[in-house]
């Protein structure tokens, strides 16, 4: 796995050689590429270096319970106030131990700007670490000593095993760490460059072509101007120490990367994947999903009352069918309703041709008089109507009338009412009425 350090957005690109100890510099991805990706003894794969800058930091008081309730979103929220990216774009890690607990966000679209950037060369991103790891962890705690890289490019800064950032104002971090009593200045790795092809260069002082030595000139002005912004930068940093009478203390070793980094709680590398969801399709998706089970739930509802109703239905019909014809059960199961009550229904037209010719002898007289009809009952072989008279030789006279027609009728239950009127009810006997036959006998 290639180790390469990002230092600033338009720094070059430092790549780790793990049998020399150094960084080396490439101008950019392609170039990385070119040197390392076709190389058969070298792996396509790669532990990235991001800018700390890039990196918001909140420690909390909440302790390992309490942050996992929170969950990832709560979390994010954390750095609302401190984030101009949308909180809900922000990729979380936790680090810590049981006393203090330190919560590190990065925006998703850094990660998947890195990432696409070593995709177009056909390299792949399998961690993505701050940079600050690259530090040394310091020997002493409670913010007394703490580790210092700088270059043209960047400055960081290493307070313990959890903790480092990316130092935009010296000064004000001295101020913030009020027991600190020594600082451990790491060499700037383009030193280490500029030792590294110190060689190439005086093998140039060998050549009498004029190009190779305005080659040798322009390495050695760019080496010289390098040379001459890390002394100003140490030089200042040395003066700010010496005002704030802190030790300073120079180490050899260079930012060196970490072992595993595929396994380290920083760790921001997230897989690439083609079905990520905006969160609010994920909303919209999960209220279409609750409508559709409402309408599911909806849907059984109903069916279970029409089953209820048709149950209910069934039984008033069984229990009907048993009051009209108490010998025989009404079987459902087998045939339908109507197929079983056809044959009871009366299928013959001459009983209701006779209840037809009585009506049609009546009704006349009933329009010539001064009688109302009402609550008509038609039954087999009878046929009985209520009338409404002023008086009771109202309703003896039109029973007479009937009687005259040759209507076997009879008057019966005479009432009168509070308005003085009187009701009666007029029965005809259909069987033995002989005019009835004789009609029924001419249809």
Known sequence: MLHVWIRSQHSPLAVWHADTKEWQSVTGWQQLYDIYGNNKNSASSLCLYFPSSYLLQVDTKLNAAQLKQLGNTGKQYLFEEASLTP?????????????????????????????????????????????????????????????????????????????????????????????????????????????????????????????????????????????????????????????????????????????????????????????????????????????LVLQMATDALQIYRYNTAADAAQMATAKQYQSWFPDEILNTNRTKLQVQMQPKLRSDSQESASHLAVLGRISPLIKQSSLHAQALVMEPSVLSFTLIAPDRGSLDKFASTLTAQGIQASLERVNSNEQGQFSGQITIDIADDPAAVDNMAQS
């Not at 009020?178 to 500029?194: K, M, R």
């Open 87 to 291: 909180v809900e774009q922000l990729a979380i890690r936790q680090i810590g131990d049981t006393h203090a607990h330190h919560i590190y966000a990065l925006a998703e679209n850094n990660i998947e700007s890195w990432q696409q950037s070593a995709a177009l060369v056909g390299l792949s991103i399998n961690a993505l670490l701050p940079d600050f790891l690259l530090l040394p962890i310091p020997e002493e705690g409670a913010a007394q000593q703490i580790i210092l890289y700088q270059d043209e490019y960047t400055a960081l800064l290493r307070q313990s095993q959890y903790q480092g950032l990316a130092v935009n104002y010296l000064p004000l971090i001295f101020e913030r760490l009020p027991h600190l009593s020594e600082v451990c200045i790491l060499p700037s790795i383009s030193s280490a460059d500029l030792a590294s092809i110190s060689a190439p260069i005086n093998a140039f002082d060998n050549l009498s072509d004029n190009s190779n030595n305005s080659q040798k000139t322009d390495l050695e002005s760019g080496f010289t101007s390098d040379s001459i912004a890390e002394t100003s930068i140490a030089t200042e940093t040395a003066n700010l120490l010496a005002e704030q009478q802190i030790l300073s203390t120079p180490l050899s070793t260079v930012p060196m990367p970490i072992e595993i980094p595929e396994r380290h709680a920083l760790n921001f590398f997230i897989k690439s994947s083609t079905t990520n969801l905006s969160p609010y399709l994920r909303v919209a998706m999960m209220v279409a999903l609750s409508a």
